[in-house]
């Protein structure tokens, strides 16, 4: 399998977690993978991405331009900031909660995300939006979205992966305390993921 | 054997390993700080592993080792190698018995460094080999191949990765029954092992006889290789490091050119260039940071009038700064190719993107201490030295509380600098206690012999933050896995000499605000401790609450900038996930609508 997977979003969200999950599971699956994550300066409220690069031919560890087959982010902006990475016919899928800079706050722009996803809907062939709420809600805090948005690329198809190697990364990689939670989060994602699947 | 997917900073830890390294030492800095955090996470039985206080005496501690015929690792940023740099020099000459690897870590970008320093120049200044990997699993096979190499040459040896092989991820097999690879230990020879200008004339001539010697072995190193080649290819791509990843991604459409890497930078593999460049009338020589190969090739065309056009950085086909990527390293090989092509453009009429630049965290403590200070001082000519480490982040607005930055310990003296120039002033530095103890100790000496007037605000966190909580000689933890006693900061300045030494909670906004007001109004040099633990390592209290008294007249956004305090529909509040009680809000709020968060 070839598959380039671009995952965004702010410092502290859980990217690095995310895209360890991916790895492991395509690896799981007899794929060669590369990946590579933004660590330093940047991780202090600044934007930060993973590359996964699933296949042979990957050898840059940061996905070239135009080349993601899928972009999953954590923030609306983020998604935007790195559409450059998207294919022509790549999948985004993307958290609708924005998270508001300390200088918007600071000019009171009133950035809240919504013309992000305006752009992503009108730009993009396909564009899945998810409600971040739905998730915190429903589980208890905005930790968890990081998993979530990994069953709703599973639900959706498009990741590639089986889903039962995925929870068994889940069951592996993750803290015991939190693994039932994380899989609970995983399975509402499958569900908005199926809902939107093509 | 056993399979890990790891980075590649862990790879060069394994390899190490792999090798039988018996002393690791080196200083946190990004983007090299995971090898030493792996080593110490992994089992490394009879290794002696250390956090030394800064890339010097990392340096020194492991030289004995060499000397004695243990194999020794020393790990550093780019920037750690100038600190390095007065052993590493004079080591260069006196050599070593056993093997020395010294990880230098560049930071093309940069991403999170103060230079774009090339540590391969620095290398070749210091006469040394060097190994430039293009992916984690090239550096886990070269730091074990610079072990023998630093051996059988008797040599300390650099392994250079960059950030993007220091940061990658890939799969690593290796021997999980590792061990210590046994050693002599120190024979006295002082002939041999004590630097004088005699010892260091006849060693200079036998080094540069030797680098002959060692850019001939080389030659048939297997990171040395082309790929690609044809008879038939008049053109060829030279790369090194990563840009060797990048140009053989490139390459892929493109099997008509031949592909050279450059595994070993330093010394120059002379003779397997010029059989990889033999038939070659044209070559694209793809590096970050200096044109350092470019060069090389060039020296060689003249040393052996080679009727080679030689491109890359001095020829504009290379960009003199910042990262290469896949698709720059494409934009290269067009240009050099003759093809006129832009760049595909996906994505137009980008809507505005909000800017991130990097904050401290919310309840962080260096804010109140900057805030504090920047009350106190309100409507006074003061000068603010910042240093490295989180606290450079004080420079954002609303704080802007760091005028300058240069380099490790480099505020302490530059506040006294300050001071001589502008009598009128006051000049504050901005230290954490990490920097402090790594290089801010002499800067402190140096003010109390010199007769600054200064004050010296110590952001004592109880830890290393920036590069991910490194404990240091403050934290009473060391890599050994032992609890020792703390070096007390306020003891060190007391022994020193400083007459004035005031900790304060920095979250105490009052306090804090007459401390510095206290030690403005007196001479000599000053010391405020502002000790409040980093909330990364402290379990956060219950978030703050804005009462029904907040007219949202936004004076904590306007003041602190703190990332918890937003605006949501119109109306100040607070993000509960990003707070953590730190309470500096509620002091400093106007109408007192902020409820402080109580302790648990």
Known sequence: ????????????????????????????????????????????GGSVTSHVRIGQNAFSPLIPDHCADLILSFEPAEAVRNLKFLKKDGAVIVNSQPIKPITETLDNTGYDGSNMIEYLKQNCKTCIVVDGKYFSDNLGSSKFFNIAILGVACGANKLGLDKDSL??????????????????AFELGIKIGEQNAA | MKKDYVMGNSAIALGALSAGVKVVCGYPGTPSTEIIETIFRVPHDNVHLEWSVNEKVAMEVATSAAYSG??????????????????????????????????????????????????????????????????????????????????????????????RVCHAYASIEFNENYCVKPYEGFVKDSSKWVIFPKLSFANHAMIEKRNVTIGNDFSSYKFNCVTNAKASSKKAVIATGDSYAYAKEALLENQEITLIQVGTPHPLPENFLLKALEGIDDVLCIEELSPYIENEVLRLCGKHHLKLNVYGKNTSHVALSGENSVQSVKRSINKFLGIDKTDDIAFEN???????????????????????????????????????????????????????????????????????????????????????????????????????????????????????????????????????????????????????????????????????????????????????????????????????????????????????????????????????????????????????????
């Open chain 2, 70 to 163: 243990a194999r020794s690792l020393v790990t550093m940023k780019q920037v750690g190698l100038n600190v390095a740099s007065d052993p590493l020099m004079s080591l260069a000459y006196v050599g070593v018995k056993g093997g020395m690897v010294i990880v230098v870590a560049d930071d093309p970008g940069p991403i999170s460094s103060q230079t774009e320093q090339d540590t391969r120049a620095f290398a070749n200044f210091c006469r040394i080999p060097v190994f430039d990997p293009a992916s984690p699993e090239q550096a886990f096979q070269m730091v074990q191949d610079a072990f023998l190499y630093s051996e059988k040459y008797h040599t300390p040896v650099i392994l250079r990765p960059t950030t």
């Open chain 2, 350 to 600: 980008i809507p505005n993107l909000p800017i991130r630049p990097p904050v401290l965290c919310a309840g962080c403590p260096h804010r109140a201490a900057f805030y504090a200070v920047k009350v106190a001082m309100k409507n006074k000519k003061s000068y603010f030295c910042g240093d490295i480490g989180c606290y450079t982040l004080g420079n954002a607005k609303p704080l802007d509380m760091v005028d300058t930055c240069l380099c490790m310990g480099g505020g302490v003296t530059m506040s006294q600098g300050f001071n001589f120039v502008d009598k009128e002033a006051t000049s504050f530095a901005f230290i954490g206690d990490s920097t402090f103890f790594a290089s801010g100790l002499t800067g402190v000496v140096n003010a109390v012999y010199n007769e600054a007037n200064v004050i010296i605000c110590i952001l004592d966190n109880s830890t290393t933050a920036m590069t991910g909580h490194q404990p240091h000689p403050g934290t009473g933890f060391n890599l050994m896995g032992n609890f020792v006693d703390k070096v007390d900061i306020s003891k060190v300045l007391e022994g020193i000499g400083v007459n004035t030494i005031v900790t304060v909670n920095p979250l105490d906004f009052k306090a804090s605000v007459d401390a510095v007001k206290d030690c403005a109004s007196i001479k000599g040099v000053k010391v405020i401790i502002f000790k409040a633990p980093c909330i990364s390592i402290v379990k956060p209290h219950k978030p703050v609450k804005f009462t029904q008294k907040c007219n949202s007249c936004r004076v904590c956004i306007k003041k602190l900038g703190c990332p918890a305090i937003i605006m949501n529909e119109g109306k100040v509040a607070i993000d509960t996930s990003l707070c953590v009680g730190c309470n500096l809000c509620a002091q400093i709020c106007p109408r007192k609508s902020i409820e402080e968060s109580k302790c648990e």
């Open chain 1, 167 to 184: 929870i068994k990364q889940i069951e592996t990689k993750v803290k015991e305390k939190f693994v039932e939670v994380n899989k609970k």
């Open chain 1, 1 to 44: 399998m070839n598959k380039d997977i671009l995952i965004c979003g702010v410092g502290g969200q859980g990217t690095v977690l995310a895209s360890k999950l991916i790895a492991s599971a395509a690896m799981s699956e007899n794929n060669i993978v590369h990946s590579a994550e933004t660590i330093g300066m940047a991780q202090r």
